[in-house]
T-cell receptor, first 114, second 113 residues
Framework: NAGVMQNPRHLVRRRGQEARLRCSPM?????VYWYRQLPEEGLKFMVY????????ESGMPKERFSAEFPKEGPSILRIQQVVRGDSAAYFC????????????FGSGTRLTVV | DQQVKQNSPSLSVQEGRISILNCDYT??????FLWYKKYPAEGPTFLIS?????DKNEDGRFTVFLNKSAKHLSLHIVPSQPGDSAVYFC????????????FGAGTQVVVTP
């Protein structure tokens, strides 16, 4: 049973390009969460999704960032027109429906904007 | 606003001794707390949790203590082992915001021989 899979592990984008980060939750997990970790800081909550629904996006920047978790396929965090300040590690976590246990993180995608 | 604070960015401890990591929070609505361990280039790994109805939870070498009146929790690791060298994050959430964890900035633990 594979864990939470994130790809790519490393992503380099030039300023103004789009970044797409993918997250496949653990088997049987229907809840996905995205976090961002800036250098020297802790993880900051961005968005909580269930299949085809955004539950809580209170941590998402108002512009350029969007997330989806379609009926089929992985969850996608999309950053349009990236800027240097978007450089960070982006972590995805998944959990079974409504459970405290099993909240599991992926290994993250490190985004570098040059 | 930083609702979960880990004021010690680093901690050095000798192998075999006790490691004590501290965490303070400001939001009285938080009722579930977790500690995560993170190695470089990996995601955080769940270590131990505690709900607000308890003041202590123990799992092997790891014990978490919760002082609700002081809004303070601590993680004790005893005895410390070289493999415990990692960054430790404290996280908290409220029942009505389940899944939306607030993380502290982390404490880098180095276990020396």
């Amino acid at each position: 049973n594979a864990g939470v899979m994130q790809n790519p592990r490393h992503l380099v984008r030039r300023r103004g390009q789009e970044a797409r980060l993918r997250c496949s939750p653990m088997k049987g997990h229907s809840h996905v969460y995205w976090y961002r970790q800036l250098p020297e800081e802790g993880l900051k909550f961005m968005v909580y999704l269930q299949k085809e629904n955004i539950i809580d996006e209170s941590g998402m920047p108002k512009e350029r960032f969007s997330a989806e978790f379609p009926k089929e396929g992985p969850s996608i965090l999309r950053i349009q027109q990236v800027v240097r300040g978007d450089s960070a590690a982006y972590f995805c976590a998944s959990s079974p429906s409504g459970q405290h246990y099993g909240y599991t993180f992926g290994s993250g995608t490190r985004l570098t904007v040059v | 606003d930083q609702q979960v604070k880990q004021n010690s960015p680093s901690l050095s401890v000798q192998e075999g001794r006790i490691s004590i990591l501290n965490c303070d929070y400001t939001n009285s609505m938080f009722d579930y707390f977790l500690w995560y361990k993170k190695y470089p280039a990996e995601g955080p790994t769940f270590l131990i949790s505690i709900s607000s109805i308890k003041d202590k939870n123990e799992d092997g070498r790891f014990t978490v203590f919760l002082n609700k009146s002081a809004k303070h929790l601590s993680l004790h690791i005893v005895p410390s082992q070289p493999g415990d060298s990692a960054v430790y994050f404290c996280a908290a959430c409220a029942t009505d915001s389940w899944g939306k964890f607030q993380f502290g900035a982390g404490t880098q633990v180095v276990v020396t021989p």
